[in-house]
């Protein structure tokens, strides 16, 4: 998991100076005619959009040892250890703050799952537990914009995002916390086409909350309460692609 947090921050900073390296050789570039060169100026901006996203949990185990009426001790450890992607829809409402800076709110549905595999004293996946999930999200970001050059504009975005997950499930290994919020750094790029404004969007999205219920009287089958025990905490965490059209 921490490696994968690693890898993350390292494909987001190679990103972050492509950006700059292609920003900073614009003026050795020809001149072309703009598309839509006042669509910027607009004190606000409305858009649509969808995309894809990974969904992830950083667990934090604990060696909980359970001890069976035969005197047995098992021991279980959680992890995310596959991913089906998810997609996305939502609306984009940007408000013009000066020349390079703005405000972002994108109310949007996300629909994903992830599957949480729990492993044995030896390495062996012996439960898995598919958690889905729909959430209400209302990112608030503040976007950082280079010099437009031709129709092409580099920037970069953060801010919060607050989420509520609208499918949780109880009766299983793990129940997860219905609210949450996501602080979200990420890269994009303006693309001016004669009619409209595309917007490819790299975002990686890290929750600030343990979403891991702790206290699950909730449960008939007791003998599900193992897994919850093998759990200090759990963090959210998710990758996401997104194109938005204005």
């Known amino acids: 998991m921490k490696q994968r947090l690693s890898t993350s921050f390292t ?33 606000w901006h409305y858009g649509f959009l969808f995309g894809m996203h990974m969904q992830d949990i950083e667990f ?65 996946v012996r439960v898995q537990q598919a958690v889905k999930s729909t959430y209400l999200s209302i990112p608030l970001d503040i976007k950082y914009s280079a010099q437009r050059f031709n129709n092409y504009r580099p920037y970069l975005v953060a801010g919060l995002s607050p989420v509520a997950d ?13 609210f949450d919020c996501y602080v979200e750094v990420g890269v994009g790029c303006d693309f ?16 600030l909350r343990d979403i891991i219920v702790q206290n699950r009287q909730d449960l008939i089958d007791k003998n599900l309460l193992k897994y919850t ?16 059209f204005e």
């Open 192 to 207: 001016y086409l004669p009619f409209f404004k595309l917007i490819p969007e790299l975002k990686f999205c890290f929750g």
């Open 11 to 43: 494909l987001l900073a190679m990103m972050f100076l492509a950006l700059l390296c292609q920003t900073n050789s614009v003026s050795a570039q020809e001149r072309k005619v703009q598309n839509r060169p006042y669509i910027d100026a607009r004190a």
């Open 60 to 124: 934090v185990n604990n060696g909980f040892i359970n001890t069976l009426e035969n005197g047995t001790e098992e021991s279980w450890y959680a992890d995310v250890a596959s991913y089906t992607p998810g997609f996305s829809v939502g609306v984009l409402g940007e408000a013009r703050l000066n020349t390079y800076f703005s405000f972002r709110v994108i109310p949007s549905m996300l629909f994903g799952d992830k599957t949480v595999s729990y492993f044995d004293q030896l390495g062996k």
């Open 166 to 178: 609208l499918t949780i499930k109880k009766q299983k290994e793990i129940l997860v916390q219905r």
């Open 229 to 244: 025990q093998s759990i200090s905490s759990g963090y959210s965490k998710m990758l996401m692609l997104t194109l938005y």
